[in-house]
């Protein structure tokens, strides 16, 4: 995580995607920019929640970790979108670990400062109110999707999701197989399905298994088989 000392470049943001209205004059000077790498952790799961963060940039992936250490991805996310919103208002410690998939910006906000200046701000909670209606709506889907669906459909969609930015473009074509129980866990299989699952697609010429990557061959062919993508 690195903080941008750009206040040109936040506001840039703000403009695009019109939320300069939602922070009052208070709160404005409160707010950061900050980049995290791909791969890189924004919050985990039970750790103490303190800041309000602002996906502009990027995709995040969402996830929840049992007592036992399984992992389910609940949901990839894209601008615009709030992370730490739920957890500010009910005071609670983060509910789920959320992870950059790519080179990820987000403008931060302590609590305090929402707390001192924006508790009685209408067009903040309007606003907060929105995203999360929204992502409770989601969250309903994707855990129903996630058990209904075809292992295919879930790995397909998984791929998808992990190899494709906000603007829909692919940015990497690889997974590094070391991965793969993870990535079993994170969609709900076992490993040894998922490698069934994995040949399956290699046959039909979606993807190839080589030198501990899994390849991406035919993207427009894996959009297809996932019908539509259902964790986001």
């Given at each position: 995580?690195?903080?941008?000392?750009?206040?040109?470049?936040?506001?840039?943001?703000?403009?695009?995607?019109?939320?300069?209205?939602?922070?009052?004059?208070?709160?404005?000077?409160?707010?950061?920019?900050?980049?995290?790498?791909?791969?890189?952790?924004?919050?985990s799961?039970?750790?103490?929640?303190?800041?309000?963060?602002?996906?502009?940039?990027?995709?995040?992936?969402?996830?929840?970790?049992?007592?036992?250490?399984?992992?389910?991805?609940?949901?990839?996310?894209?601008?615009?979108?709030?992370?730490?919103?739920?957890?500010?208002?009910?005071?609670?410690?983060?509910?789920?670990?959320?992870?950059?998939?790519?080179?990820?910006?987000?403008?931060?906000?302590?609590?305090?400062?929402?707390?001192?200046?924006?508790?009685?701000y209408?067009?903040?909670?309007?606003?907060?109110?929105?995203?999360?209606?929204?992502?409770?709506?989601?969250?309903?889907?994707?855990?129903?999707?996630?058990?209904?669906?075809?292992?295919?459909?879930?790995?397909?969609?998984?791929?998808?999701?992990?190899?494709?930015?906000?603007?829909?473009?692919?940015?990497?074509?690889?997974l590094?197989?070391?991965?793969?129980?993870?990535?079993?866990n994170?969609?709900?299989?076992?490993?040894?399905?998922?490698?069934?699952?994995?040949?399956?697609?290699?046959?039909?010429?979606?993807?190839?298994?080589?030198?501990?990557?899994?390849?991406i061959?035919?993207?427009?062919?894996?959009?297809?088989?996932?019908?539509?993508?259902?964790?986001?």
């Open positions: 995580m690195k903080e941008i000392k750009d206040r040109e470049l936040l506001y840039h943001y703000l403009h695009v995607y019109q939320i300069q209205s939602i922070f009052n004059e208070q709160l404005l000077p409160h707010l950061s920019l900050y980049s995290f790498d791909q791969g890189e952790l924004i919050c799961q039970g750790e103490p929640s303190q800041y309000l963060y602002v996906l502009v940039k990027g995709k995040v992936k969402v996830f929840t970790t049992s007592p036992d250490g399984k992992a389910l991805i609940l949901s990839f996310k894209t601008p615009l979108e709030l992370i730490g919103d739920i957890e500010y208002i009910r005071g609670t410690n983060i509910m789920n670990t959320v992870e950059a998939v790519s080179p990820v910006c987000m403008i931060r906000i302590h609590y305090n400062w929402l707390k001192k200046y924006g508790k009685d209408s067009p903040f909670l309007q606003f907060l109110l929105e995203i999360i209606t929204q992502k409770f709506y989601v969250k309903s889907n994707s855990l129903s999707f996630n058990l209904l669906h075809p292992a295919e459909v879930r790995l397909a969609s998984y791929l998808i999701s992990v190899s494709i930015d906000e603007s829909n473009s692919l940015f990497q074509d690889k590094n197989a070391d991965s793969l129980i993870d990535v079993a994170l969609i709900g299989i076992s490993y040894r399905h998922l490698n069934r699952v994995i040949q399956k697609l290699c046959t039909e010429g979606l993807i190839e298994r080589n030198k501990g990557f899994i390849l061959k035919n993207l427009e062919g894996l959009r297809a088989l996932a019908g539509y993508n259902i964790y986001e």
